[in-house]
């Protein structure tokens, strides 16, 4: 006010002087500010002219085919971007002046002078903003090498108009006339702006054109090195990130990330796209150092503890610590400089004046710590997740080095999905505790300088105000220990549910063949309940905390202004607004304080579990003792040794085992199920725990496992394992293998994608594609365990000749075989019983010496009695080989599926297609009905009009006291209170309570909503996942279900709720600010407009990006989870290769993609808040603008004063609702996930009603086949190609032929795992097509190929829907060979099963799904999948005999490589190709010497009676 009163009076000099003066010359006319501001606005309406005549001309060209060809040509010299900026900045600045000046006017009387001021400003803004979108859409994109001469023209006379105003000023000045500080200001800026536009149009050199993304948003500031990144249309994978060499002012204003969102503008962006991190930020270039640095700390890995741990992770990001506490500190110490200053603001108003110009100060101090605000804060929040991505990478390299060398009883106290939790929430918890790290000794600084400010005003009150604020910390102390608990709680119980979910997912095969499917899922539903119980406790004490929280600055501020009266200390609107805006950011400490204590509680709890996992016991490293390669004639050397897989058990499981292999031997083991076989390979791997003795090993060593560990991937990839390409050796492996055919009747051949756990792969192809993997390693030692069991006979006997005796004559091989007919080949065969070698030495030396070897070659030959009318010569080689070795197209699983965009598994595709498609997501913008979809799920969204009401009456509260208090208190001391001190202090107590009730209300709903959706979303999802077709999960890697079952649901459960809310309450909070600014001056709106426009625009711009980067941290974390659940799973065979080095590497290269987009989704965000940060503090400062220009006694000052206290806070909350909404966008796609999984197709009903079979059914068990056909995919070729037999009710029915001749297909159409693409299948007169899955699945019993065992006990094993009594129990057990041995055990019937079932041996394990079968006994049809291929010879018939007992009634289908598990049959059908070849009793087959039949039996008796 003073400012233009001066001005005022300046003018009016002025005018006396020159006006009045009797020589009125046109020199003296040319020195009138009226000549000096029309010569300017003609000057810009002839630009503003010739602008537009361009753009027509322009247009008019473009529509006769002659636009520019150049797109997105730049010269470097030029300062495109800068110019663009400057452009934008004298625009602005115009139009700020002319409305400042308009508003001072208005009030009074106007001149010419004035008018023709106002004219010039206007058209300044126009014009300058027409050049601004002149250069955006025209210039720019044309290719000039200069700037249009008109244009270079113009800005010189601009520079000399400009420097010609600025001289009269300066001479004006100098002879003492007191020029309007406006004109100054406004010629100052012209002569700055015209000296670089000369600059730029007159010495601009051409650096020659590049390529630009030139549409960016403005304020990009200088980042050349990004847009040469871009420019070269490098990938992501190539290029490193901008950030790493980026200029000081394109670091301070994001602009390095510019070129990456403008990307995500104009294309989906994919993780090309995305560059790569900076060497120092990289896990690759970071792990190594942070484990030197622990295992420093720490000695060795298995003494790290949470402290020593915390030290090395805060060691390997001590610089952004430091640099962060830094930018903390100015940040609080900016916050405080409004709330200090408001007392002053608001008595400068009331007429107090300490010096001259002192309006136009206050607000240019206001203005700076603003920016100083924006920018520490800004950084501050960047850095800080700069360092969480660091430490979040490093953990998970570490919890995956750990998972590689975890011993195996460790494994089984911790299992896969456990482990996968590790990394999947607690290492993620660790990196988000990144934002709250400075907060515990922030709050402390921020009372502190709160105190002193209030001290100031209030005196001795605020020592009240520190009393009240300790008691509202102190009420954080149950409430912390409350949520610390119920968090303890909650991880817990997610651990055993995704620990149940991991488990179920691996064998949802074998569940759907038994009908169990909805028995696991309501186990499921019964963690989850648990879960949900301390869930809810959690979200509610929450609610509780939160309540306590917002209430918290209303509480400290009736405490405070109520001491102050009982003190007696007068209280005046200045000092009261200053305290009220004190406590506003007070408040944000505060409030975030429980937050902050959830947080430090919840990573403690998850460094806790991390740092008791990384202690587990490794592998003991001295089991073995290695000799270097030829130093010894001793391959394999065992003294003494005992050992057991449980240390603390009394009975070892291996008992003094003595052995010595000399190189280039062949040793066979045998021995009966459970006689220690498989521990013996593991003791010579390392694998099993030493009591005593010694191992000595030399040489290299491969090993074939007896359950197939198969890699997703390809195959080549899987047979190479990290080994160079040899074409001509990996040729002929593949013939040595069988596998040559297999590969030609696939599209891809060797190329083909496997899927999780070889899916897409028959038994056999698994075990063939692992023999290929050990030979191509060529290694000294190789370790068979069992590798013909899950091969036809004529494949068994071409690996054992072409690999054992073929490619590995000159190695040495220990090979465990159940097959007879294999050991008369060994040099040395070892027959094991009890875990203690029997017998040792040749096959007929030993065959007389002992009862152990010759009960199993009893066995064998009573087994081959049954072939006594077969002769042995009838089969001649030449005829077996040529029978086709097998077709890959009825592996066991779906061949070619892909998941499309719906989440979907859908099987329409190529048949080109790879079984493994890379992971879909959605595209583009979430759609509006995921957001409304979410928020009316829970109680079709009733609660959401109360939560919105009580936000409302919040904020109007909230408004209502501090207008209260301003208002009713004096602005002096000298003038009268409008009402009295208790009167004041009990109407605010009044405003104060409602507004916390509302706060109460607000969070009781908002909790309850949320948890009411997460709930029903869960049960959604997971009933859609268990009633999907079996194909949906051969084609769907299980870490993709996984990560939506724990990461996507740990959001819905405890982020999106809260994230909605902010969303609502911040822009409700935003309309009150505006509310209150604009009561005092209506012409802000005037400045909200254009800014909220810019603000919406800006977030528009960014949101692509920003979102297709949160979708790429979903995808990208899929592949980090899965290859560790499969490392896991895998880790013998990885370390068996000595491959740890290699898988180690690759996972530190997905955990690398995983943080790249993790780290530009941080830079994008802070991208955006720097702007909008800018853009508000602009507004703010205008806004103080417009209320000092107010004359004196127009406004109440107390009420001007409680505008700039909300004004304050209005770029923080304006970034607050954008941020909120961006967040929500990139939370909400969990949502969006999990709804992608809902919509699976679904298998058909479990039950039709009008459709179910009696109860006895089927009575008879005859199995009707009709035409059946059967295709894995609509365009794929049919597998089964018109089926027509009958298998008679109560009848043994064998079905042999090669490896993949159809085998398996057909079970799975009899289960209707596959549905027939024609044809029927007929059980007793009932097609099974037209009844229940349940029904049908639920009357037929099989034993599965693959033997599957899950985590429990031995009675939930047998008996999951608890329908038997324990006497039935003992009876199956006993009835199929285990008896003895569970009583053996201590537990018996609740003797523990590890998951998997790895504390039992294979053939164990198949003896337990025997089980399974006999106590279902009122099954009329049993299916027998290769049940006995694990099981020695002796066990075999032994359960042929049971199974001939029990279920002599019965109809027992058979598949078996072991033709003499089918002999018995009552009929035999061989498939070839997916048609029947023969089909009849055995005996009229084998009479027939030419039948394919005879043949096989033939050829098997060869193999069975040679001494080769």
Request: hydrophobic share 45%; proline share 3%.
């Amino acid at each position: 006010m003073e400012l233009l009163a001066s001005s005022k009076h300046g003018m009016s000099i002025l005018f006396s002087r020159y006006y009045s003066s009797p020589m009125h010359s046109a020199t003296d006319f040319l020195l009138k500010p009226v000549f000096l501001r029309g010569v300017s606005g003609s000057l810009h309406l002839v630009l503003l002219f010739v602008l537009f005549i361009s753009c027509v001309c322009k247009k008019f060209k473009v529509g006769r085919g002659e636009g520019p060809k150049g797109r997105f040509k730049n010269t470097r010299g030029l300062y495109h971007k800068q110019t663009l900026i400057c452009c934008l900045g004298v625009s602005v600045f115009s139009l700020a002046l002319c409305l400042l000046n308009y508003f001072y006017w208005y009030r009074n009387a106007w001149s010419d002078e004035r008018l023709v001021t106002l004219l010039d400003l206007a058209l300044r803004a126009l014009t300058w903003g027409s050049l601004c979108v002149y250069f955006r859409t025209q210039l720019f994109n044309s290719g000039e090498p200069k700037y249009p001469f008109l244009l270079r023209v113009w800005w010189g006379f601009y520079l000399l108009m400009s420097c010609y105003c600025l001289v009269i000023d300066i001479a004006l000045y100098r002879k003492h006339v007191n020029v309007s500080v406006q004109y100054f200001v406004s010629d100052i800026v012209s002569v700055v702006t015209g000296l670089f536009f000369c600059y730029v149009g007159y010495f601009g050199k051409n650096e020659g054109t590049e390529d630009t993304f030139l549409e960016e948003p403005l304020l990009n500031g200088d980042s050349s090195e990004s847009n040469e990144a871009v420019s070269n249309k490098c990938k992501g994978g190539e290029t490193v990130t901008p950030f790493s060499n980026a200029g000081i002012f394109s670091i301070l204003t994001f602009s390095w990330m510019g070129p990456l969102i403008a990307v995500g503008n104009k294309k989906t962006i994919d993780l090309e796209d995305v560059p790569q991190l900076d060497p120092c930020d990289s896990v690759v270039g970071s792990f190594p150092t942070f484990k030197n640095k622990l295992e420093v700390e720490s000695g060795t890995i298995n003494r790290i503890t949470t402290l020593k741990l915390v030290k090395a992770l805060i060691s390997s990001v001590w610089k952004e610590i430091l640099f962060t506490a830094l930018l903390v500190v100015i940040y609080a110490l900016a916050s405080y400089v409004g709330p200090y200053l408001i007392d002053t603001f608001v008595q400068y108003l009331n007429g107090r004046r300490e010096f001259k110009n002192e309006g136009y100060t206050l607000v240019s101090v206001f203005f700076a710590a603003k920016l100083v605000e924006c920018l520490s804060q800004r950084h501050w929040f960047f850095r800080v997740q700069h360092a969480g991505i660091k430490v979040r990478s490093v953990l998970i390299a570490m919890i995956y080095n750990k998972g590689l060398t975890l011993s195996c009883q460790s494994k089984q106290g911790n299992t896969s999905g456990e482990i996968i939790n590790f990394m999947s929430v607690d290492a993620e918890r660790i990196g988000d505790f990144a934002w709250y790290m400075h907060d515990p000794w922030m709050v402390l600084l921020q009372v502190a300088i709160a105190l002193l400010i209030l001290y100031k005003n209030l005196g001795l009150a605020s020592i009240a105000t520190l009393i009240a604020t300790i008691v509202v910390m102190l009420a954080n102390v149950p409430l912390g220990k409350l949520q610390e608990k119920f968090q303890e709680k909650i991880m817990e119980s997610k651990d055993k549910r995704m620990k149940a979910t991991s488990e179920i997912l691996r064998n949802m095969r074998i569940l759907k063949l038994q009908g169990w499917e909805m028995k696991f899922l309501s186990k499921i539903n019964e963690l989850r309940k648990t879960e949900e119980g301390w869930l809810k406790k959690f979200v509610y004490t929450s609610a509780m905390t939160s309540f306590v929280f917002w209430g918290a600055p209303t509480f400290v501020s009736v405490v405070t202004f109520g001491a102050c009266i009982l003190m007696g200390i007068p209280l005046e609107s200045g000092k009261i607004l200053s305290a009220l805006a004190t406590f506003r950011i007070l408040q944000e400490p505060i409030y975030n304080l429980p937050d902050t204590i959830s947080m430090i509680v919840q990573t403690k709890v998850s460094l806790d579990r991390i740092a008791s996992f990384l202690r587990l016991d490794d592998l003991q490293s001295d089991v073995i003792e290695k000799l270097p390669r030829g130093s010894s004639d001793t391959a394999i050397e065992i003294i003494d040794g005992n050992f057991s897989w449980e240390l603390s058990s009394p009975n070892p499981t291996l008992k003094d085992i003595n052995l010595k292999v000399q190189h280039g031997i062949r040793v066979a083991v045998c021995g009966t199920v459970g006689s220690g076989k498989s521990s013996l390979l593991s003791c010579i791997l390392g694998e099993m725990p030493k009591i005593s003795g010694t191992i000595k090993l030399c040489g290299t060593k491969a090993y074939v496992a007896q359950t197939p560990w198969i890699q997703s991937g390809k195959i080549e990839e899987n047979i190479l394992f990290g080994k160079e390409m040899d074409r001509e050796k990996y040729e002929s492996i593949l013939e040595a293998c069988s596998l040559k055919k297999d590969l030609e009747i696939l599209s891809f051949g060797d190329q083909t994608v496997i899927g999780e756990r070889g899916i897409n792969l028959s038994g056999g192809q698994k075990q063939r594609v692992q023999i290929a993997r050990a030979l191509y390693q060529d290694a000294d030692i190789y370790l068979f365990d069992d590798p013909f069991s899950a091969v036809d006979a004529h494949t068994g006997s071409h690996l054992f000749k072409e690999c054992l005796l073929g490619r590995l004559s000159s190695k040495t091989v220990v090979y465990i075989t159940h097959q007879v007919e294999f050991l008369p080949a060994a040099d040395l065969i070892l027959v094991m019983k009890d875990g203690r070698i029997t017998q040792a030495g040749k096959y007929d030396d030993i065959l007389n010496s002992g009862t152990d070897f010759m009960e199993l070659v009893g066995a064998h030959k009573n087994a081959l009695s049954a072939l006594d009318s077969a002769e042995a010569g009838s089969a001649s080689e030449s005829t077996s080989m040529s029978m086709e070795d097998g077709s890959m197209a009825s592996a066991n699983g779906v061949v070619q599926k892909q998941e499309n965009k719906d989440g979907k598994a859908d099987d329409i595709v190529g048949s080109k297609g790879q079984i493994i498609q890379e992971e879909e997501r959605e595209k583009g913008k979430v759609s509006f009905s995921v957001y409304w979809k979410y928020i009316t799920m829970a109680y079709g969204g009733a609660l959401v009009p109360f939560i919105l009401l009580a936000m409302v009456l919040f904020q109007l509260l909230q408004i209502g006291s501090n207008y209260w208090m301003a208002w009713a208190s004096p602005v002096s001391q000298d003038m009268k209170p409008a009402v009295g001190s208790s009167m004041l202090i009990i109407v605010y107590v009044a405003l104060a309570i409602g507004s916390s009730f509302c706060v109460l209300v607000r969070s009781s709903l908002l909790v309850t909503a949320g948890y009411k959706t997460a709930t029903l979303l869960f049960n959604k999802m997971h009933f859609c996942i268990f009633r999907a077709p079996m194909s949906f999960f051969d084609s769907t890697p299980s870490g993709r279900i996984l990560n939506r079952a724990s990461t996507d649901q740990s959001a819905v459960d405890l982020n999106i709720p809260f994230q909605v809310g902010g969303v609502a309450s911040s822009v409700i909070q935003l309309l009150g600010i505006i509310a209150v600014m604009s009561q005092v001056a209506w012409q802000v709106f005037i400045i909200f407009i254009p800014v909220i426009g810019t603000c919406i625009w800006y977030q528009q711009y960014y949101i692509p990006s920003a979102r297709e980067l949160a979708r790429l941290v979903g995808v990208c974390k899929a592949p980090v989870l899965q290859h560790f659940s499969e490392t896991i799973s895998g880790s013998t065979t990885i370390r068996s290769f000595d491959e740890q080095s290699r898988f180690s590497g690759t996972n530190l290269k997905l955990t690398d993609a995983y943080c790249r987009p993790k780290f530009h989704i941080a830079g994008a965000m802070e991208w955006l808040c720097f702007r909008l940060d800018m853009l508000s503090s602009i507004t703010f400062a205008v806004s103080l603008l417009f209320v000092i220009s107010i004359p004196e006694g127009v406004i109440e000052p107390g009420i001007a004063g409680l505008a700039v206290t909300y004004g304050l806070n209005l770029n923080m909350l304006q970034m607050w609702v954008i941020w909120n909404i961006c967040q929500l966008e990139n939370k909400i796609i969990s949502v969006e996930r999990i709804f992608q999984y809902t919509c699976i197709s679904s298998e058909p009903p479990l039950v039709i009603e009008q459709n179910q079979p009696d109860l006895s059914w089927p009575s008879h068990g005859e199995v009707d086949i009709c035409d059946l056909q059967v295709r894995y995919a609509p365009q794929m070729p049919l597998v089964l190609r018109g089926l027509t037999c009958t298998f008679p009710g109560g009848m043994k029915t064998g079905i042999v032929g090669r490896t993949g001749s159809g085998k398996t297909t057909l079970i799975q159409a009899l289960f209707r795992i596959v549905e027939p693409a024609a044809g029927q299948i007929m059980i007793d007169g009932i097609n099974i097509s037209l009844i229940g899955l349940h029904d049908l699945r639920s009357r037929l019993s099989i034993i599965p190929q693959d033997p599957t065992m899950f985590e429990g006990t031995i009675r939930s094993n047998l008996d999951p829907l608890e329908e038997y009594t324990d006497e039935q129990i003992w009876e199956a057990l006993d009835k199929c060979q285990l008896g003895d041995e569970v009583r053996k055990k201590e537990g018996k019937l609740d003797s523990a099963v590890s998951e998997n079932g790895e504390n039992w041996s294979v053939g164990q394990r198949q003896l337990v799904c025997l089980g399974r079968v006999l106590l279902k006994r009122s099954s009329k049809v049993l299916v027998l999948d290769e049940a006995t291929a694990s099981v020695d010879t002796a066990t075999d018939n032994l359960i042929q005999q049971t199974l001939r007992q029990h279920f002599f009634n019965c109809t027992v289908i058979t598949i078996a490589h072991r033709i003499t598990s089918v002999l018995g049959s009552d009929m035999v059908l061989l498939l070839s190709n997916g048609l029947i070849e023969e089909c009849d009793s055995p005996t009229r087959l084998l009479e027939n010497k030419s039948s394919s039949f005879a043949q096989l039996v033939a050829e098997y008796t060869v193999r069975s009676n040679s001494r080769v």
